[in-house]
């Protein structure tokens, strides 16, 4: 299994929009509705901020969001905030109860 | 409130075997679509799937490291283990373990993480 593909990092001013990408392949993110989405500050857990694509679990602000076309899966924040500034990773189910995650991609708040 | 948390050796020789323990509260592994998850994030690298045991004892292991890994539970004490035998310096990494739930299909909780190092 193959990490999926993401951005090494993406900027935007706060208010802005952001879009994050997760390319995979037809093993796991074309062929999977279980993508998901995780928000990681240095030396703190890791935090599920979207889950099956696009729901977000119960807490997390609305200005995060989750999409899928083809092999890509998407994370866009609007309304950026100086607190979204983290690292974002993608993971998919790949089949064979196995699961794949992706590089990881860091967000900067300008 | 569920949490997670992991414990093991900070340092490991080469060739030797690693045993981590994942301490959960809040939720158990005998409820129906519970899980428990290893994952682990080597310095600078993306995250790597490991294991994940369910609430049955169904088991399943990253392919690549199928040979070396082996998990378990002890539904009485709350934990989860996981032994990886034959360590080298590249699996140096913060390991991690991590509830998930058939019903979200997320790993919707996890522990701050455990760093080991491989080195002689």
């Known amino acids: 299994q193959s990490a999926l593909t993401q951005p090494r990092s993406v900027s935007g001013s706060p208010g802005q929009s952001v879009t994050i990408s997760c390319t995979g392949t037809?093993?796991?993110?074309?062929?999977?509705?279980?993508v998901s989405w995780y928000q990681h500050l240095p030396g703190k857990a890791p935090k599920l901020i979207i889950y099956d694509v696009t729901t977000r679990p119960s807490g997390v602000p609305d200005r995060f969001s989750g999409s899928k076309s083809g092999n890509t899966a998407s994370l866009t924040i609007s309304g950026l905030q100086d607190e979204d500034e983290a690292d974002y990773y993608c993971?998919?189910?790949?089949?064979?109860?196995?699961?794949?995650f992706g590089g990881g991609t860091k967000v900067t708040v300008l | 409130q569920v949490t997670l948390r992991e414990s093991g050796p900070a340092l490991v020789k080469p060739t030797q075997t690693l045993t981590l323990t994942c301490t959960f509260s809040g939720f158990s592994l005998s409820t129906t679509k519970m899980c428990v998850s290893w994952i682990r994030q080597p310095p600078g690298k993306a995250l790597e799937w490991l294991a994940r045991i369910d609430w049955d004892d169904d088991k399943h292991y990253n392919t690549s490291l199928k040979t070396r890994l082996t998990i378990s539970k002890d539904t009485s004490k709350n934990q989860v283990v996981l032994t990886m035998t034959n360590m080298d310096p590249v699996d140096t990494a913060t390991y991690y373990c991590?509830?998930?739930?058939?019903?979200?299909?997320?790993?919707?909780?996890w522990g701050q993480g455990t760093l080991v190092t491989v080195s002689s």
């Open positions: 037809s093993s796991d993110v074309g062929n999977s509705n279980f």
């Open positions: 993971c998919s189910y790949a089949g064979s109860y196995t699961w794949v």
């Open positions: 991590a509830r998930y739930t058939v019903t979200s299909e997320g790993f919707d909780y």
